[in-house]
């Protein structure tokens, strides 16, 4: 079974593996938000991440996989993706990414450095508890589509007024002018989002928070 465990256009996160029955084995691509919690290993059979999001640039992802299913892949698996196949080349089968995978290296030592998973996934829970507060003390200024129990800690969309396009162009707009750019919700749904992957500091939350407590003020 396979399963995506934070889904960026809508901020939807799971917060527990999902359970699978007998001999299933279970895949998560955990590309969004890979690095800002711990892994329950025991019930993974694999789990892949593009690094884009959370630990380097784009063009490499990472893979993890038990090494009792290497080699197992179906007939008309390609040689060159065959994980057995780079397991055995030390992942050098072809020309690796090197700039992507040099860059992620600096980063993985700097995390280690510093604290580790539960350094990141505190800085995760700080950073999104800060904003889902700004909006739901916002009394319905602001409103998030996503039930509490299964918000993003990564991505958080957040529509203004009940959706009010007006406001809405003027809040990107004067985000955009203070510096805190992208924040305009994902085309197919429309409205705002940030993003709060690893790399945002906390104070640039705050600066968020602080501007749409401003803005409420000023529309409310």
């Given at each position: 079974?396979h399963?995506?465990?934070?889904e960026t256009?809508n901020?939807?996160?799971?917060?527990e593996v999902p359970?699978?029955e007998?001999?299933t084995?279970?895949?998560?691509?955990?590309s969004s938000n890979?690095?800002?919690?711990a892994?329950?290993?025991t019930?993974?059979a694999?789990i892949?991440a593009?690094a884009q999001?959370?630990?380097?640039?784009?063009?490499?992802t990472?893979v993890?996989v038990?090494e009792?299913?290497l080699?197992?892949?179906?007939a008309?698996?390609p040689t060159?993706?065959?994980?057995?196949?780079y397991a055995?080349a030390?992942?050098?089968y072809?020309?690796?990414?090197?700039?992507?995978?040099?860059?992620?290296g600096?980063?993985l030592?700097?995390c280690?450095k510093?604290?580790?998973i539960?350094?990141?996934?505190?800085?995760?829970e700080?950073?999104?508890?800060?904003?889902?507060s700004?909006?739901?003390d916002s009394?319905?200024f602001y409103?998030?589509p996503?039930d509490?129990?299964c918000?993003?800690?990564m991505?958080?969309?957040?529509?203004?007024k009940?959706?009010d396009?007006a406001l809405?162009?003027?809040?990107l707009?004067?985000?955009?002018?203070?510096g805190?750019?992208?924040?305009?919700?994902h085309?197919s749904?429309g409205?705002c989002r940030?993003?709060?992957?690893?790399?945002?500091?906390?104070?640039?939350?705050a600066?968020?928070?602080?501007?749409?407590?401003?803005?409420?003020a000023?529309?409310?």
């Amino acid at each position: 079974m396979h399963y995506t465990s934070n889904e960026t256009v809508n901020g939807v996160e799971f917060k527990e593996v999902p359970a699978v029955e007998g001999q299933t084995l279970l895949v998560c691509d955990w590309s969004s938000n890979f690095m800002s919690k711990a892994i329950d290993w025991t019930k993974h059979a694999m789990i892949y991440a593009g690094a884009q999001k959370n630990i380097g640039p784009a063009g490499v992802t990472v893979v993890i996989v038990r090494e009792d299913l290497l080699g197992k892949e179906l007939a008309e698996c390609p040689t060159s993706l065959g994980y057995q196949v780079y397991a055995k080349a030390d992942s050098m089968y072809n020309t690796p990414s090197c700039y992507a995978i040099y860059i992620m290296g600096l980063y993985l030592e700097y995390c280690k450095k510093n604290g580790g998973i539960p350094t990141l996934d505190a800085a995760a829970e700080k950073r999104a508890t800060l904003l889902y507060s700004t909006i739901d003390d916002s009394n319905g200024f602001y409103t998030c589509p996503v039930d509490k129990a299964c918000r993003s800690r990564m991505n958080v969309p957040f529509v203004i007024k009940g959706d009010d396009a007006a406001l809405t162009k003027e809040f990107l707009a004067e985000t955009t002018a203070a510096g805190m750019t992208n924040l305009a919700g994902h085309r197919s749904v429309g409205g705002c989002r940030a993003s709060l992957y690893n790399a945002m500091p906390i104070e640039g939350v705050a600066r968020l928070a602080n501007f749409m407590d401003k803005f409420r003020a000023k529309h409310s």
